[in-house]
């Protein structure tokens, strides 16, 4: 007879908290970017990919070349 092993119920609950726990510490020595860099950033992306959508690109090397 082959027997089914046993769930723990409340393993999930303490590997969470641990994970919650590792992530939620700050190492003062990490590179701190701030938010309006961030927000820069996927904003000149974002300016970035909509011209390339719309042949703005490619217009101007055809302009300079």
Known sequence: MVRMAKKKDN???QQAAGLIR????E???ALQIPKSAVYA???ALSIVIYLAN?????????KIG
Do not use: L, N
């Open 27 to 29: 190492s003062e020595d």
């Open 11 to 13: 393993s999930g609950i």
């Open 22 to 25: 590792y992530f939620d510490e």
């Open 54 to 62: 719309h042949g703005v690109w490619q217009w101007i090397w055809e």
């Open 41 to 43: 950033a996927c904003f």
